[in-house]
């Protein structure tokens, strides 16, 4: 048997080739998804700390008091979150203009920190995470 004829016909190595092809889309997809994981479960906790700050303002009786109880909530209650600081969240609290029976907890959060935005280049979600939950005073 000639040596073109071994060579074409030999499958030794073709695994460690199909890894080297196949593994770095495998490993691109694998922490992409960590990426995204890791930036929704920051999206959702802004969330949350504004609906949980939004049922703590609601005992303020103006938009000043209100806005004071939303912060001291935030500041209180982030410090176990690990990938949210309370220093890079802006917080507003202000009557609806349609609607003078509610108001809204807002928060604006730079998420510029997040370790994803240094591992990527390619496209990844805006770095400003902006969430906000709205309250209806006195009941339905």
Do not use: W
Not at 50 to 60: F, H, K, L, N, V
């Amino acid at each position: 048997m000639s040596r073109i004829a071994r060579l074409f016909g030999s499958r030794d190595g073709a695994a460690a080739i199909e890894f080297a092809i196949i593994a770095p889309l495998f490993f691109l997809c694998v922490l992409t998804l960590i990426a995204y994981g890791i930036y929704l479960s920051a999206a959702h906790s802004i969330q949350q700390i504004a609906a949980d700050a939004a049922r703590t303002a609601i005992a303020g009786l103006s938009e000043g008091e209100r806005e004071r109880l939303a912060t001291d909530y935030i500041q209180r209650t982030t410090m176990d979150q690990s990938f949210i600081k309370p220093s890079h969240m802006t917080v507003t609290v202000k009557a609806d203009a349609s609607n003078a029976n509610q108001f809204t907890v807002r928060i604006k959060y730079d998420a510029s920190d997040l370790p994803i935005y240094n591992m990527f280049t390619f496209a990844m979600p805006s770095e400003q995470i902006e969430r906000f939950a709205t309250i209806r005073l006195g009941g339905i």
